[in-house]
């Protein structure tokens, strides 16, 4: 779906397995989708936690998006929240 450029679709799929095996990988892709769809809130969310649970992935720790939308981790919370999908009337 991303590669497609579908990023609704693809957000939607990495929502889904992130409710099942949250990872960084998953809220880095996650991030990837609500950013390209236009969603940079959501987006600055899912980067945050995907740098808070990177774990030397230089992948993510050293992405540009990353540490432009976190640049700086705040105080950590008991755990990373699995946020709603945001949605769009269709022709919007």
């Known amino acids: 779906s991303f590669n497609q450029g579908n990023y609704q ?11 099942i095996a949250p990872s960084a990988e998953g809220y ?7 950013h390209k769809w236009g969603y ?3 987006a600055a969310n899912f ?3 995907a740098k808070k649970y990177a774990n030397g992935n230089a992948k993510i720790l050293q992405s540009d998006l990353v540490n ?10 008991r755990r990373a929240p699995v946020p709603q999908a945001p ?4 022709g919007s």
């Open 9 to 19: 679709e693809a957000y939607q799929h990495f929502r889904e397995v992130l409710k």
């Open 28 to 34: 880095f892709n996650g991030a990837l989708s609500l």
């Open 40 to 42: 940079p809130k959501e």
């Open 47 to 49: 980067f945050y936690y």
């Open 68 to 77: 432009q939308y976190a640049p700086i981790l705040p105080k950590p919370q």
């Open 87 to 90: 949605f769009r009337s269709e």
